[in-house]
């Protein structure tokens, strides 16, 4: 391959990594929190997707008061969950955040 075929490639490998957003490369601490954002997001879905079981199961139990206690098992399950979760991504951030501006 001579020189400007090469260069031209690479010069449309440049326009659509751009166009894709990479035309920058990311740091460390900014793709932990792309990766964090994202494991925030799958938990708010699986938790919205517990609500609604939970919910659903409630609707259908015909006043059956075992399956209507195991859907309030499984309301307050996932509302706890969500909980804990946020309390130590908020604790994480807190103690980070403490961390960053002691260091500078």
């Known amino acids: 391959m001579n020189d400007s075929a090469y260069n031209k490639i690479m010069e449309y490998l440049k326009t659509t990594a751009e166009a894709a957003g990479f035309s920058n490369p990311k740091s460390i ?24 079981y939970g919910g659903f199961k409630w609707m259908t139990s015909a006043g059956n008061e075992a399956k209507v206690l195991s859907a309030k098992k499984i309301l307050t399950d996932s509302v706890i969950g969500l909980v804990i979760i946020l309390a130590a991504y908020s604790i994480t951030r807190f103690i980070f955040d403490a961390l960053l501006t002691a260091a500078g």
Do not use: D, K, N, W
Request: aromatic fraction near 8%; charged fraction near 5%.
């Open 29 to 52: 601490p900014e793709i932990i929190g792309a990766l964090i954002g994202t494991f925030l997001s799958l938990v708010g879905v699986i938790f919205l997707c517990l609500i609604i």
